[in-house]
């Protein structure tokens, strides 16, 4: 009877345990952190439900996905809206056409658009960079104020440099004035007292499915890990360079750090979840309070200020080198483990930037493949 070790507690961990659970494959999660749940995980601070690692906002199209989230833990109905300061005024993101009026040189602002309104969504994905991209969408003022200063601050390199590739689902100029970030037919925020904490914990609450804490699993003691807990596959949701020691490099992230803090006698501090802060006259980027989406009823809040630049895994660098070291980790670790026992999933081990549903559709499918292989009785990872 084949049983599976899975490394990393997080979404991706849990949905995998989840997904062999139903088919009768039992599973070990071992996680290095005192608990389950990596960046989703929701905490209490004074009573107040908050997000210790920034927003999450469950939003998809998924319908599959939805119906497994919210058969674990109900949702509440929730549509998130972005604050932006600009100009010392608080303001829409994405940016609506009814903001402009709001701020100085207006009629340059809407003149700059007008000219831009009719270059087709092809024409702009020309763009060499993500700086071209948003200047044909917006024009030079609005760029200056909403794109610019924020992408520096966040990426801590000129805009000039970023790829083009992410600006289509991060930057809109709303022609309908939709005041919405997300589109998705499926949105929501757990509705339970724990938050996304319910979510992670239902999913690895299946028979079957062994969790582990505090423990921080490498190559070195994979084997041991494996005989102990009679596992004769494995699949890492770990970043592939520190689980191997290094030893071809290391991956580039750019990293967050969100300081959260306790506030008393208010029921909310600012006006939405998330505002944004792109001025390099604010040190921090965005201030999350949690208590927008989950709708808990008590005084007090938190809030979450985002600082940028922190020695942490959270955005890979989309760079071709980094994507080749991240292929050569894969290639490395078939040949240590052996193809046909080890697989991986997840942001970390992909090296890839992904939101919660299209973390549990892949590891729905990584666990749908490895059990199609089980069920042949195939070697082939
Ligand atoms: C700033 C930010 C905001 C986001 N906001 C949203 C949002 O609004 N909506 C949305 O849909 N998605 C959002 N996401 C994406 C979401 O966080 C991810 O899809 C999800 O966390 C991926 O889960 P994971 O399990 O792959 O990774 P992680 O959550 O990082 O989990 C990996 C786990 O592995 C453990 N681990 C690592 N190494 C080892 C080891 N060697 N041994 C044992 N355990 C180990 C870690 O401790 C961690 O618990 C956001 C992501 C970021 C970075």
Redesign the pocket.
Known sequence: MTHVLI???????ATLAWRLAQDGVTSTV????AV?????RSEHMNGVLYEP???????TEDREVWDLATSITPFRDYRHRVDIVIEDKILNWPILLSDIDAQTRGDEIKAELEARRDVDAAARAQATNFEEWCLELMGPILYSRYIQPYTEKQWGRPARELSAQWAPRRVSVRWDDDPYLFPDPYQGWPAGPNGYTDLIDGLLGQPGVTVRTG????LADLDAEMRAAGADRVIL???LD??SGGTLGTLDWRG?DVRSVYVPHVDLAQGAMVVNYPSKAFPFIRVHETKHASGQQCEGTVLGFEFTGAPSR??PIELPENRELNDRYQDLLRTEIGADRVRFA???ANYVY????D?MREALDAAGALLDDLSRGGSSA
């Open positions: 490394v990393g507690g997080g979404l991706t961990g071992l996680e290095r952190a389950p749940g990596g960046l989703v690692h920034g927003s999450h906002i469950f939003h423990v921080d699993v490498t949701t770990c970043p520190e689980f967050i959270y955005y997840g942001r970390l992904v939101d919660m549903d973390c």
